[in-house]
């Protein structure tokens, strides 16, 4: 049995901890071996990762290291049939890391021979950053170690195959893709081992008083992850006034108008207090906090502090910002109309301060486990949309 407080600890066992959760076999002690348990690499070298077919390009003196892809080209990365296993680790860097491209290329996941996607979201928001662009950092669950490529540690099992797949949708052709999937094959999961999802949607700008889906309902018996968050605060409505007042809230086993799980504010959410800058925790972090161009990349991995539903799950978090004497002459001179954070569209009085409602361009991608190989979620947006204003 895993000790959970030991668990969280010891950062780096936090692998053990998700194996629990899912209910894989992912928990073995390292010096054990377990039966019927083998190693293999998915790489442009060896795609389908077959004994011993790696490295035989140029007469083994590293004749394929990547692959291109084309405008509009779809290219399996991995795939098993006909057997168990797990997807332990994801590494790729990429010869083009403009938006566009981080935006446009997607990445797609099925499990056990499913028709429809388990992920299918930017390929640079699956791997953790948002708003198209690269940065330094290291979670948990994703990292770029200096900011040039991209790194996947979630456990994935899956009971008779998976395929992974990259799609070029960005209209523009890319030279090079570099990568390994790391997998084992031969794990017997128990009955209750939960599949991997991930899901992408952006609203820009949001509505008033709506709060942003991070997570739109999912029915089903699960964890919930986590989420990683870009915002493009509106700075000709609203300057650099403060965004992030607004409250996460986590609806869960049939809840309808209020929630179960509620927050006190978002940098609370991931951590932090009283605004946030740039920091990169494990669990938790802020990795990019551009306040010149008012854009924030952020993240909270639900690893030591799970989120469990049997039934359905819906995360949500409010548009609010506070608003100080310095920013209300910006404010009250655009022109645009202010409203109170409460019930109804109320306007603010002239260079009044306080807590008001927002809307601005907001984008994330959110990870789960659930007991089904498909989440009969809305697909993923076209590139146009994704890529709009980067």
């Excluded at 949708?169 to 997998?183: A, F, M, P, T």
């Excluded at 306040?291 to 639900?302: G, L, S, V």
Aim: glycine residues 12%.
């Amino acid at each position: 049995m895993i000790d959970e407080v030991t668990i969280m600890h010891k950062p780096r066992t936090w692998i053990a901890l998700l194996a629990a959760a899912a209910g894989t076999a992912l928990a073995q002690p390292a010096y054990v071996i377990p039966d019927s348990v083998e190693t293999l690499w998915a790489s442009p070298e060896n795609p389908a990762g077959a004994k011993g077919a790696a490295a035989q390009a140029n007469a083994g003196r590293k004749g394929r290291s990547n692959i291109p892809i084309k405008a509009g080209e779809s290219v399996t990365l991995a795939e098993v049939r006909g057997s168990s296993g797990t997807v332990r680790r994801i590494w790729a860097t990429i010869s083009d890391r403009s938006p566009q491209m981080l935006r446009g290329l997607k990445i797609e996941m099925y499990w056990d021979g499913a028709s429809k996607p388990a992920v299918s979201v930017p390929w640079g928001d699956f791997f953790g950053t948002g708003l198209g662009q690269m940065t330094a950092f290291e979670s948990v669950l994703f990292a770029s170690p200096e900011g040039r490529s991209f790194l996947c540690f979630v456990p994935m099992p899956f009971r008779t195959g998976m395929k992974i797949v990259a799609v070029n949708e960005s209209g523009k052709d890319l030279r090079s893709l570099y990568y390994d999937v790391n997998y084992t094959l031969g794990e017997k999961h128990p009955a209750g081992a939960l599949y991997f999802h991930a899901h992408w949607r952006r609203e820009a700008p949001t509505a008033f008083q709506k709060d942003f889906e991070l997570l739109p309902r999912v029915e089903g018996k699960g964890r919930f992850l986590g989420v990683n968050v870009g915002v493009i605060a509106n700075q000709k409505l609203y300057g650099k006034s403060w965004w992030g007042e607004g409250e996460v809230k986590v609806y869960l086993d049939g809840d309808k108008e209020f929630p179960t799980l509620s927050g006190t504010g978002t940098e609370d959410y991931i951590g932090t207090g009283w605004g946030q800058g740039r920091y990169a925790n494990l669990y938790q972090g802020c990795h990019v906090a551009d306040r010149d161009n008012m854009k924030y990349c952020f993240y909270r991995y639900h690893v030591p502090d799970p989120i469990y539903f049997r039934k359905d799950i819906r995360a949500t978090i409010q548009q609010m910002g506070y608003l100080g004497l310095a920013e209300a002459g910006v404010i009250y001179s655009s022109g645009e109309k202010v409203y109170n954070a409460g019930p109804g569209l109320v306007e603010r009085k002239m260079l009044s301060t306080g807590l008001f409602e927002r809307r601005d361009d907001w984008s994330s991608c959110s990870y789960f486990y659930l007991d089904r190989a498909e989440n009969g979620l809305p697909p993923l947006a076209p590139a146009a949309e994704r890529t709009k204003g980067l």
